[in-house]
Nanobody
């Protein structure tokens, strides 16, 4: 059974940086689409960044230029580097992977941007 385990996150002041990591139990990240989503209280889960199976990276307009998603298939990890964080970035962040028409999710990690 595939498991995605997230690390990182926490509390940071506006303008600060955080790095989220997601490790897979198998090689699910290799050749498959992976993504980072977030969900703020009272809002729907939204796509933040994705790395397609062709290694094309797409970003939501709200974080473009501030966040960077990356994949290391050899280490079975995907990361999300978040810079210039804003209070509106506060949410629970989830990594995901699509494989054989199934979607797998990490457990979620809280990111809070506040002074």
């Amino acid at each position: 059974q595939v498991q995605l385990v997230q690390s990182g996150g926490g509390l940071v002041q506006p303008g600060g940086s955080l790095r989220l990591s997601c490790v897979a139990s198998g090689s699910i990240f290799s050749g498959n689409a992976v993504g980072w989503y977030r969900q703020a209280p009272g809002k729907q889960r939204e796509l933040v960044a994705e790395v397609t199976s062709d290694d094309i990276t797409n970003y939501a307009d709200s974080i473009k230029g501030r966040f960077t998603a990356s994949r290391d298939s050899a280490k079975n990890t995907v990361d999300l580097q978040m810079n210039s964080l804003k209070p509106d970035d506060s949410a629970v962040y989830y990594c995901s992977a699509v494989s054989n028409f199934s979607v797998y999710w990490g457990q979620g990690t809280q990111v809070t941007v506040a002074s």
